[in-house]
């Protein structure tokens, strides 16, 4: 009886996927690399984590120098994601910011954030919050939903299909579009044009998992382009071009 339990033990861990990291360099301006992009992105059975490391580099860093980390853990329940606990640790311009998020399981919200915003935000209801997820887990779920459907319509809007550098064949693109309910600094509040981005999703990794190779953002200060640059996890080794 041992031997057959650790067995199936052994085989439950042998068809986990591994997990995948993946780098992006972060563009905006005249083709100016000012930020790298570090994600790590782990799914086990019935678990989900995601870390998201950040850095400034070029004359960014000279003039913001800022480090990130933002991390998320949840659970996979009838194929959707619930996140349990969010954190994120920021040092920027030598000031530490720190913000942390706990889900309940039923469905409340609660959040910290320290030190307070020295700006005036508007301000978030605890029915606003309720039932929500974090960006992580939502672009996680994202992800999955693209690979499965081939399609963004259920929560972006399909492009005609692009051809990237490096890549042989169109790849899908998927517009964007973010409204500002609350949170945000006053002056930055309500429904904003520039809040408009597109992401271009391809299957690189074994699985149901669509990776984004490019995302475009625009908004008030720019429009930003990350290129993904490393993709590696679930015999996945690759290097695009720089």
């Not at 991390?71 to 920021?90: H, Y």
């Amino acid at each position: 009886m041992l031997l057959a339990l650790a067995f199936s033990s052994a085989s439950a861990r042998a068809v986990e996927p591994d997990p995948i990291n993946l780098r992006f360099d972060v563009f905006g301006g005249p083709g100016l690399h000012f930020l790298t992009l570090r994600v790590r992105v782990n799914e086990t059975r019935g678990r989900y984590a995601i870390a998201v490391e950040a850095e400034t580099r070029s004359l960014a860093d000279l003039f913001v120098h800022m480090r990130s980390r933002l991390e998320v853990r949840g659970r996979v329940s009838t194929g959707a994601f619930w996140p349990e606990a969010m954190r994120a640790e920021t040092r920027r311009r030598g000031v530490d910011l720190n913000t942390r998020i706990d889900y309940g399981a039923d469905g409340t919200i609660l959040a910290e954030a320290t030190p307070p915003p020295i700006r005036p935000v508007t301000p978030v209801t605890s029915a606003q919050m309720r039932g929500t997820v974090d960006q992580l887990t939502a672009y996680l779920a994202l992800a999955h939903t693209i690979a499965r459907r081939s399609s963004c319509a259920l929560s972006f809007t399909d492009l005609a299909p692009e051809t990237l550098p490096d890549f042989a064949s169109p790849s899908r693109v998927c517009r964007m579009s973010r409204q500002r309910i609350a949170g945000f600094p006053v002056d930055r509040a309500g429904k904003s044009a520039t809040d408009q981005g597109k992401l271009w999703p391809a299957r690189l990794v074994p699985g149901d998992l669509a990776i984004p190779v490019r995302m475009e953002f625009d908004n008030e200060f720019g429009t930003f382009t990350a290129d993904l640059v490393e993709p590696h996890g679930r015999s996945v080794d690759l290097r695009f071009t720089e």
